[in-house]
T-cell receptor, first 114, second 112 residues
Framework: DADVTQTPRNRITKTGKRIMLECSQT?????MYWYRQDPGLGLRLIYY???????NKGEISDGYSVSRQAQAKFSLSLESAIPNQTALYFC?????????????FGPGTRLTVL | GDSVTQMEGPVTLSEEAFLTINCTYT??????LFWYVQYPGEGLQLLLK???ADDKGSNKGFEATYRKETTSFHLEKGSVQVSDSAVYFC???????????WGAGTKLIIKP
């Protein structure tokens, strides 16, 4: 079983629609992250959370919001999707006790906004 | 701010060739350095890491040495296989934060 799961794996939507991407983990990690990946740009951090009550903006949070419903669940929302949010989205986790050195990634969600 | 620069791809090699993917960084203090690999259709996974100067990280035949004097962490493998085809990301974690700073990624294509 995968330790970090993301749903859906693929999504096509239209401009202006609200979209939620979900992430669940069974690793027991306290830290969770949302990234987007665009060709030639590497990974860019959208939001991160160090525990249920701690949410922080990353490099590119505009147009996104998140919810940490439980230690194991971290959702990313696009309130009104636009075409330049078309990208591959990854959730990741890390463990406080290891200093966050290693992040564990989900398989990604490919989002297309038409 | 901190940054990571890695060579542009794609890098195309024949099987059993020697591989080098260059990575240089800009950071204050003493960052930790990482190489992650992304196989087709999958998320990223840690390949190797080094947490202090002159450390050598190694895994699956890949190696990288933390060179503070040249601010580099180049990835090498002596004999690549078709199964090494993937995208490789160099990253750093600075002294004062818990975020990873990522390079743009280098796509590696190995031909039989």
């Amino acid at each position: 079983d995968a330790d970090v799961t993301q749903t859906p794996r693929n999504r096509i939507t239209k401009t202006g629609k609200r979209i939620m991407l979900e992430c669940s983990q069974t690793k027991g990690h306290d830290r969770m992250y949302w990234y987007r990946q665009d060709p030639g740009l590497g990974l860019r951090l959208i939001y991160y959370s160090f525990d249920v009550k701690d949410i922080n903006k990353g490099e590119i949070s505009d147009g996104y919001s998140v919810s940490r419903q439980a230690q194991a669940k971290f959702s990313l929302s696009l309130e009104s999707a636009i075409p330049n949010q078309t990208a591959l989205y990854f959730c990741a986790t890390s463990d406080l006790t290891s200093g966050g050195h290693e992040q564990f990634f989900g398989p990604g969600t490919r989002l297309t906004v038409l | 701010g901190d940054s990571v620069t890695q060579m542009e791809g794609p890098v195309t090699l024949s099987e059993e060739a020697f591989l080098t993917i260059n990575c240089t960084y800009t950071a204050t203090g003493y960052p930790s350095l990482f190489w992650y690999v992304q196989y087709p259709g999958e998320g990223l996974q840690l390949l190797l890491k080094a947490t202090k100067a002159d450390d050598k990280g190694s895994n699956k035949g890949f190696e990288a040495t933390y060179r503070k004097e040249t601010t580099s962490f180049h990835l090498e493998k002596g004999s690549v296989q078709v199964s090494d085809s993937a995208v490789y990301f160099c990253a750093l974690r600075g002294d004062s934060n818990y975020q990873l700073i990522w390079g743009a990624g280098t796509k590696l294509i190995i031909k039989p």
